[in-house]
């Protein structure tokens, strides 16, 4: 078929549930509705698709259509309008190259960036509000999981007695420091010897997995100990002792992902304007204002390497009328947070998908830079 709207992406639909036809028939009434808020009607498709039906052939794939869920008429000998069923259609028969951000706004986004310093916090804060900026819908961020940080350097600082501050700093730029009491104290000479070796063996591993190391490190010291008790030195002495407390109050790397959020307030309007009532706004008000909801979204996406478009009232009811794109970005090769976009279902998806994809190559290139 030929037209202002390209229908040639791959079916993918089940045929015993809708035949090629009505595919056809239906990418067209969905993407009609995303380009003009109005019902769309027979006279819609013949006017603006090469479709070759007859007015009267289209409005019986309408009732056909209808009759399986796709579609309803808002007013009696009206056009028609999508329903949650129809989206998800339509997004999972989507052609999902995408289109590049125009020069204008590629402009527009390196000036918001350029404002900051790089540094995560900072570029994961001004991602969600440029991604809100170009698409007008709410945008949100995820930031990686502490224990998923890559160690930079480590650090053990004698503050006297038989207190130890332990500096943890991660590619990303992030910083814990936790101080931590040991049973004897250890000479500031051997705490340098003993940072130096925990560089050595730790440097470029994740947090979670010097955890992991640091607890086996102990029982190996131990073990090196009891077989030749003479003659070893203080590093080895205090290592046991080092590796055990410094497993045991990994506390500071334990926290939940932190969640960016912006245009919000964006959302609700465009939602009150389609009709959702007070209550149910103020209801989706609180699940997003706790994260917990956007939290448990957006982790599933950090594993994925594609653009995951959910129709999210197919998975609670509570967020009907809302469509969630989400992507993964990286540091390096390995993907560490993801980022996306919520809006209404009447979205235009091929722009947001593209603007998602522009975001996130620019900000895993950011992240990549700064970590090394």
């Given at each position: 078929?030929?037209?202002?709207?390209?229908?040639?992406?791959?079916?993918?639909?089940?045929?015993?549930e809708i035949t090629e036809r009505q595919g056809d028939v239906l990418k067209m009434v969905v993407g009609g509705y995303i380009d003009q808020a109005q019902p769309i009607s027979s006279f819609y498709i013949i006017e603006n698709f090469d479709v070759g039906l007859s007015s009267a052939t289209i409005r019986s794939v309408f009732a056909d259509l209808e009759r399986k869920g796709y579609l309803y008429s808002p007013?009696?000998?009206?056009?028609?309008?999508?329903?949650?069923?129809?989206?998800?259609?339509?997004?999972?028969?989507?052609?999902?190259?995408g289109v590049g951000l125009i020069d204008e706004d590629q402009r527009k986004v390196q000036s918001e960036y350029l404002k900051h310093q790089f540094r995560m916090p900072e570029i994961l804060d001004v991602t969600s509000k440029v991604l809100s900026m170009l698409?007008?819908?709410?945008?949100?961020?995820?930031?990686?999981?502490?224990?998923?940080?890559?160690?930079?350097?480590?650090?053990?600082?004698?503050?006297?007695?038989?207190?130890?501050?332990v500096i943890l700093v991660t590619r990303s730029g992030a910083v814990y420091s936790r101080s931590v009491f040991l049973e004897n104290r250890?000479?500031?000479?051997?705490?340098?010897?003993?940072?130096?070796?925990?560089?050595?063996?730790?440097?470029?591993?994740?947090?979670?997995?010097?955890?992991t190391r640091l607890q086996g490190l102990e029982?190996?010291?131990?073990?090196?100990?009891?077989?030749?008790?003479?003659?070893?030195d203080g590093e080895q002495q205090y290592l046991p002792m080092i590796a055990r407390t410094i497993a045991?109050?990994?506390d500071p790397v334990r926290e939940k992902e932190t969640v960016y959020t912006a245009g919000l307030d964006q959302l609700y309007s465009q939602l009150a304007a389609s009709g959702r009532g007070p209550k149910r706004l103020n209801e989706l008000g609180e699940l997003f204002d706790s994260h917990d909801?956007?939290?448990?979204?957006?982790?599933?996406?950090?594993s994925l390497d594609d653009i995951d478009i959910v129709i999210q009232g197919d998975v609670d009811d509570r967020f009907d009328g809302l469509s969630i794109i989400s992507?993964?970005?990286?540091?390096?090769?390995?993907?560490?947070?993801?980022?996306g976009v919520v809006g209404p279902n009447r979205m235009d998806y091929v722009r947001v998908m593209g603007t998602v994809e522009y975001i996130r190559r620019l900000i895993s290139n950011m992240i990549t830079r700064i970590s090394n």
């Amino acid at each position: 078929m030929a037209g202002r709207k390209s229908t040639d992406s791959p079916k993918r639909f089940d045929e015993t549930e809708i035949t090629e036809r009505q595919g056809d028939v239906l990418k067209m009434v969905v993407g009609g509705y995303i380009d003009q808020a109005q019902p769309i009607s027979s006279f819609y498709i013949i006017e603006n698709f090469d479709v070759g039906l007859s007015s009267a052939t289209i409005r019986s794939v309408f009732a056909d259509l209808e009759r399986k869920g796709y579609l309803y008429s808002p007013h009696r000998s009206s056009g028609r309008v999508p329903t949650e069923k129809a989206y998800r259609f339509f997004v999972e028969n989507l052609d999902r190259l995408g289109v590049g951000l125009i020069d204008e706004d590629q402009r527009k986004v390196q000036s918001e960036y350029l404002k900051h310093q790089f540094r995560m916090p900072e570029i994961l804060d001004v991602t969600s509000k440029v991604l809100s900026m170009l698409t007008s819908y709410a945008a949100v961020v995820l930031s990686p999981e502490p224990e998923q940080a890559v160690l930079k350097h480590i650090e053990l600082i004698d503050m006297g007695q038989d207190e130890v501050l332990v500096i943890l700093v991660t590619r990303s730029g992030a910083v814990y420091s936790r101080s931590v009491f040991l049973e004897n104290r250890i000479p500031g000479d051997t705490l340098r010897q003993i940072s130096r070796r925990l560089n050595e063996r730790f440097k470029g591993m994740d947090l979670a997995e010097m955890r992991t190391r640091l607890q086996g490190l102990e029982s190996q010291a131990a073990d090196s100990l009891r077989l030749s008790p003479d003659g070893i030195d203080g590093e080895q002495q205090y290592l046991p002792m080092i590796a055990r407390t410094i497993a045991d109050n990994f506390d500071p790397v334990r926290e939940k992902e932190t969640v960016y959020t912006a245009g919000l307030d964006q959302l609700y309007s465009q939602l009150a304007a389609s009709g959702r009532g007070p209550k149910r706004l103020n209801e989706l008000g609180e699940l997003f204002d706790s994260h917990d909801f956007l939290r448990g979204i957006f982790k599933k996406s950090t594993s994925l390497d594609d653009i995951d478009i959910v129709i999210q009232g197919d998975v609670d009811d509570r967020f009907d009328g809302l469509s969630i794109i989400s992507a993964s970005y990286k540091m390096g090769e390995k993907n560490i947070g993801s980022l996306g976009v919520v809006g209404p279902n009447r979205m235009d998806y091929v722009r947001v998908m593209g603007t998602v994809e522009y975001i996130r190559r620019l900000i895993s290139n950011m992240i990549t830079r700064i970590s090394n």
